[in-house]
């Protein structure tokens, strides 16, 4: 079972849409959780962590359930700006001092006008 | 500004040559990360190092190297060994736990487009 798993979609919404991705977990211990955003042929950038009683930023919310191991990004009013892929990534180590992170294959948005 | 550079940004190989990518930070981040990244997959981890001559292999390290003498500097040799080296090649840099930042985010260079001729 891979460690992160994401819908990898197309999402193809139009502006103003709010759109919400899910993505599971399979390491109950996981500590730290984050949203990056992947445009075509960049590298990822951070989006949002993820804290345990979820976080709000703008028009972006990142939601955590531990009991069901999963993550959630809800994009509200979405832009055309928004289209990109959205990474899901955990780290699954209690206590380590390395974090190493483990990344889902994306989910792909597109934002038509 | 502070940040993470790699070069070259383009690099072709023949096969059967060993070729090294540079990943260079100014963050002042412990710990380093090379990464993998085919189309429409995930990042896969090749090596990474928590410390200055310290360095561990990821899930996918065969075929390649890698050196850590300065903590500003974890270059990538991708050997002939590799035998699917085309690829997009990502490093990254972040804090440890208990540095500045707990959650252990990673910060990315623009990356290395490799292909093999």
Redesign the interface.
């Known amino acids: 079972r891979k460690e ?1 798993e994401q819908d ?1 979609g197309p999402f193809n919404v139009p502006e103003g849409a709010t759109v919400a991705f899910n993505c599971t977990y399979s390491n109950s211990a996981s500590q ?1 959780f ?1 949203w990056y955003r992947q445009d075509c ?6 989006l949002m ?1 993820v804290y345990s009683s979820g976080n709000e930023d703008g028009r972006f919310t990142a939601q955590l359930n531990r009991a069901s191991q999963y993550i959630s990004l809800l994009i509200r009013d979405s832009k055309l700006s928004d289209s990109a892929t959205y ?1 899901c990534v955990v ?1 699954p180590d209690r ?7 483990y ?4 989910t792909q948005l597109t934002v038509w006008p | 500004d502070g940040g993470i550079t790699q070069s070259p940004k383009y690099l072709f190989r023949k096969e059967g040559q060993n070729v090294t990518l540079s990943c260079e930070q100014n963050l002042n981040h412990d710990a380093m990360y090379w990464y993998r990244q085919d189309p429409g997959q995930g990042l896969r981890l090749i090596y990474y190092s928590q410390i200055v001559n310290d360095f561990q292999k990821g899930d996918i390290a065969e075929g390649y190297s890698v050196s850590r003498e300065k903590k500003e500097s974890f270059p990538l040799t991708v050997t002939s060994a590799q035998k699917n080296p085309t690829a997009f090649y990502l490093c990254a840099s972040s804090w440890t736990s208990g540095g500045q930042s707990s959650y252990n985010e990673q910060f990315f260079g623009p990356g290395t487009r490799l292909t093999v001729l």
């Open positions: 992160v990898p730290s984050f042929r960049k590298e990822p950038k951070l962590s990474l780290n206590g380590s001092t390395l974090g190493r992170l990344f889902g294959r994306g």
